[in-house]
Nanobody, 121 residues
Framework: QVQLVESGGGLVQPGGSLRLSCTASGFTFTRSAMNWYRQAPGKERELVASITDAGTSTNYADSVKGRFTISRDNAKNTVYLQMNSLKPEDTAVYYC??????????????WGQGTQVTVSS
């Protein structure tokens, strides 16, 4: 059973920092690229950051470049999102995501339950 479990969200002041974690199980984590998405109420879910299976390449949304860092520890089956210099507009539910090939050769999206990040004074 594929499972992605996020943790680390909470309430933080503008300019503060949080580190989100996503622990994976049920698939070969070391062969899978991982992504962080976020979704605020009334807005579309957006891709925030992604990282390749070996962690050799990362990509970020323009809105978070220079502030967020995605990383992974394959020995722990965990991907992280370090968030610094947080802004109120970063407030959203953050989701861990991966795409896996199914038995029918289809591409299947898997999502964690999400963790709430609220940036407010």
């Amino acid at each position: 059973q594929v499972q992605l479990v996020e943790s680390g969200g909470g309430l933080v002041q503008p300019g503060g920092s949080l580190r989100l974690s996503c622990t994976a199980s049920g698939f070969t984590f070391t062969r899978s690229a991982m992504n962080w998405y976020r979704q605020a109420p009334g807005k579309e879910r957006e891709l925030v950051a992604s990282i390749t299976d070996a962690g050799t390449s990362t990509n970020y949304a323009d809105s978070v470049k220079g502030r967020f860092t995605i990383s992974r520890d394959n020995a722990k089956n965990t991907v992280y999102l370090q968030m610094n210099s947080l802004k109120p507009e970063d407030t959203a539910v953050y989701y861990c995501n991966t795409i896996l090939v199914g038995s029918s050769w289809s591409l299947n999206n898997y999502w964690g339950q999400g963790t709430q990040v609220t940036v407010s004074s």
